[in-house]
């Protein structure tokens, strides 16, 4: 069984999209133990005893940086893909909290967006980017 029905059907989490179902899309994309990973092509035997966030792990409340960011810079239109897009990004400013367009622009190829809302995808991101650099540290 891929990790994404395990989610959706099993654990009763919606919010991680099937899109293609082939890992082409992005829709589906989770991290495992902090990595972004497509879960359609996950399996389940494989995800055992490891670490898995879905967009629902974020934040109860949308208070995620880049949930915030992407809000503020009204990147939805549809909203299909955007749980998709989201945990990719997280995982992006996990690895470069401070990305260029190229750094954005490869991170983020894959992950399809039929409404092409890229450019406020792009902006998002480095809105994010700015919130996470100016919050306070404990």
């Given at each position: 069984m ?39 092509q ?6 055992a ?75 998002a ?11 306070p540290?404990?």
């Amino acid at each position: 069984m891929p990790l994404l029905w395990a989610i959706r059907e099993l654990a009763g989490l919606p919010g991680t999209k099937y899109g293609c179902g082939i890992a082409q899309c992005g829709a589906c994309t989770v991290h495992l133990n902090g990595t972004a990973v497509r879960s359609c092509q996950v399996k389940v035997s494989a995800a055992a005893q490891q670490n898995i966030t879905t967009i629902e792990g974020l934040s109860n409340d949308n208070s995620h940086p880049v949930q915030k960011a992407w809000l503020a810079e009204q990147v939805p239109q549809c909203g299909y893909c955007q749980s998709g897009q989201i945990m990719a990004a997280v995982a992006l400013l996990k690895k470069n909290p401070n990305p260029t367009d190229k750094d954005i622009d490869s991170a983020m190829a894959g992950n399809i967006c039929r409404c092409g809302t890229y450019p406020r995808i792009r902006k998002a991101i480095k809105t994010a980017a700015q919130m996470m650099a100016n919050a306070p540290t404990n």
